[in-house]
């Protein structure tokens, strides 16, 4: 049957993307699992996209078709930490909160990945300005967002007055911890530090 001139043409129907076209999920967290493994173990500076994807289980196609270098790769995983952060505790007092803060903090920070990665990144942030900003980013916006929701519980309880220095506090919250678990990098937490830490914090933030 012949079509007549005037008659409109239906456009081809468009085929949706099959196969190698759709990035999959699992693959893109195998992934980013991968880069993790490959930080702790070779470094930032001796990671490569082979290993990557050898850890990952997958061709360098894989890893090309979501980044397209691995410090693209590396600046959107540290970046993504950022928006994830730790659950706001909510243990109805504010030293019960930070020493909850404390305890989950202290388990990520001395993972073993963790505990070689962040202190390689530092590294490398001092000679790489997106890497200093990814990294100042995720430590700073992950843990600011848990300290503002501890700070503005304890306020609404009456245990701090409103209208605290939220950076002082931030500060006064986060820095001890990190400075002994990643900073010096102590082998151990003494017995009880957590709680004498939650304790102290507690009460300098009061003083605020």
Known sequence: M??????PQQPPRRRAPA???VLREDVTEAIRAAVFEELAAVGYARMSIEGIARRAGV???AVYRRWRSKLHLVLDIVSALAVQGLPVPDTGSLEGDLRLLYEVTSR???HPVAS???PD????AARNPDIAEALQKALREGQDGVATGIVTAAEARGELRRGIDRDLAL????GPLYWRSVVIRSPKLPKGYL???ARATAGALKAL
């Open 19 to 21: 196969g190698a076209a």
């Open 116 to 118: 070689q990665v962040i």
């Open 171 to 174: 500060d006064l919250i986060s």
């Open 2 to 7: 012949t079509t007549k001139p005037d008659e």
């Open 108 to 110: 990520a920070l001395r």
């Open 59 to 61: 061709g360098k196609t």
């Open 121 to 124: 990144l530092q590294a490398e």
């Open 195 to 197: 709680g004498s830490l």
